[in-house]
């Protein structure tokens, strides 16, 4: 039987109503868990996986495909609305639809979430069923040089294009990776930066430094200013997307799609690096650079596209090597060994029934996503009424609840409280949180990705160049890296150049520097006290 055929048989039994029930149930569970900070799809299919045994496996895995989409959605909600990610792949969310939030525009940001979420998924599951057999072939193709490359553009490029200094952002980098290479070292054994303290010999939890960073820090910031600013309530806005809206997201959420499902389907891939490639390409091509950093809309939808879409690529892996990319995958896998079936080349010859079925629900979970998540922006937003002390209260609350729940341990607190006043201290001085977060996210695969290819190589330097991927990559950080540096020479050169970007409005000339300085000391804001 063909593709079409199979897939149309994949339909009519996740259509059923015990199906559809438990796709809904599914979905609303992943949204809810991807809500609170640190309770994440992987832990949320974890938790349920003893409750399934007596459930028939189709059935099983048609709530777990909601869990993992809905969670993908739900961690947007928390970035958006309170700066909390709920997911690492939701961190980069958190830059742009945050500022949409404060600036009365929380409901648009969701909804071109919720959006984006349904067109990437949609377009990825149809990818995973047309071209999964050339996805495959291309990610086993590449080797570890190629991964290295990729992961250290991605670390280089987030990190040059951020924040107004380079140097703070490779400094907030370079903390990042400190932090990510703590724990026992998996090759030597030895053990790396944990002082004597046993329970630092696992290296820390990302989704405890992501919540510790972004909550803690974010709460512990304005609780520092709640004296010295009035209280206000922000605005909820218009609760849907306008014309201009949906005029500069669409080719974001296309543009996303096209990153996160690749990503997604390499071995080496996930979330996190298409989300932040995704960034980069919407602040290059924007209309609108100048928003950017204050709440621009193209920063939300593409890389929750591009989110959304991985997820779906990352099933590709899964079910046709029995390779997970990531937590959810892993735990996805755990609950196909549970049901003694084995994911691998012949698992869509095996078990075609359960498969098909298993991605057609994606369609559905996709689907009923949309319908239950977009008419409740606007509700969700209207958590922006609640007066911030309250409001910051119980972001720190589920925060900690969300940080012992990873490991249910109370180490796992004082980490918590260590790192949450680093990254206050990081506002303070005005380091990027970003960066810091990559570089845990993507120092310990990196780390492993080079051993393997100086391993490969018999320790020659040369091996980290033997593939085309890898010195395409390397290629374009080089130029990232010189590219500023020529452009400076080039306006020292010419000065008229220069005197044209003045007039033209891309750089502000003295007076208006004055203006804008004079302006800041009339209106004393809470960082120009500190100073």
């Known amino acids: 039987m063909d593709t079409w055929g199979l897939l149309m048989d994949g339909f009519a039994t996740a259509a059923t109503p015990m199906n559809l029930l438990f796709a809904a149930i599914g979905v609303m569970l992943g949204t809810a868990v991807g809500v609170l900070p640190g309770i994440g799809p992987a832990m949320s299919i974890a938790l349920l996986l003893p409750v399934t045994y007596a459930m028939e496996p189709t059935s099983a895995f048609i709530m777990f495909a909601g869990i993992y989409y809905g969670g993908m959605y739900g961690g947007s909600t928390t970035s958006i609305l309170l700066n909390t990610p709920g997911e690492s792949a939701t961190v980069i969310t958190a830059l742009e639809g945050h500022k949409m939030a404060k600036a009365g525009r929380a409901a648009q940001a969701l909804a071109t979430a919720a959006i984006g979420s349904f067109v990437a998924g949609t377009i990825g599951t149809a990818l995973l069923v047309a071209f999964a057999p050339l996805v495959v072939q291309f990610a086993v193709s590449l080797g570890s040089p190629s991964y290295l490359a990729i992961m250290l553009l991605a670390l280089v490029a987030v990190t040059a294009v951020l924040g107004k200094s380079k140097i703070r952002g ?58 010295r600013t009035p209280l206000k309530t922000i605005p909820v806005g218009r609760p849907w997307m306008g014309k201009e809206d949906w005029k500069r997201s669409w080719k974001p959420w296309l543009r996303g799609t096209a990153y996160g499902f690749p990503f997604g389907a390499l071995p080496a891939g996930g979330a996190e690096i298409p989300t932040f490639l995704s960034y980069i390409t919407e602040k290059k091509l924007s209309k609108h650079p100048e928003e950017f950093g204050h709440g ?164 020659e330097v040369s091996g980290l160049f033997s593939e085309p991927v890898a010195i395409a990559c390397y290629v374009i950080i080089v130029l990232v890296l010189i590219a500023p540096i020529f452009i400076k020479m080039y306006r020292k050169s010419h000065p008229q150049s220069a005197l044209a970007e003045v ?29």
């Open 170 to 227: 490779f400094a907030s980098l370079g903390l990042g990776l400190a932090i990510g290479l703590i724990g026992i070292d998996r090759v030597t054994g030895q053990q790396r930066l944990v002082f004597g303290i046993p329970f630092l010999n696992d290296g820390l939890d990302i989704v405890v430094v992501a919540v510790a960073i972004f909550a803690i820090g974010e709460a512990l910031w304005i609780a520092a200013h709640l004296r």
């Open 296 to 459: 621009a809309i193209e920063g939300v939808a593409g890389p929750e596209a591009a989110n959304n879409a991985a997820a779906a690529g990352t099933l590709t892996p899964m079910l046709a090597l029995g390779l997970p990319t990531n937590a959810t995958a892993a735990v996805m896998l755990a609950a196909f060994v549970q049901f003694g079936i084995q994911p691998g080349p012949l698992l869509f010859e095996k078990e075609p029934d359960l498969i098909w079925a298993l991605i057609a629900s994606l369609f559905i979970g996709n689907t009923l996503l949309l319908l239950i998540n977009l008419p409740l922006a606007p509700m969700w937003a209207r958590l922006l009424q609640i007066p911030r002390p309250y409001l910051y209260a119980g972001i720190l609350f589920f925060a900690t609840l969300g940080a012992y729940a990873v490991n249910l341990q109370t180490f796992d607190l004082i980490i918590l409280i260590v790192l949450g006043a680093l990254g206050f201290l990081m506002r303070r001085y005005g380091l990027p949180v970003l960066p810091l977060i990559i570089g845990v996210i993507l120092g310990p695969r990196a780390e492993e990705q080079l051993r393997k290819s100086l391993q490969l190589s018999s320790g």
């Open 503 to 531: 007039m033209a409005g891309d750089i502000p000339d003295a007076d208006t520097a004055i203006e804008t300085r004079s302006a800041a000391i009339n209106k004393n804001t809470p960082e120009e006290d500190n100073r």
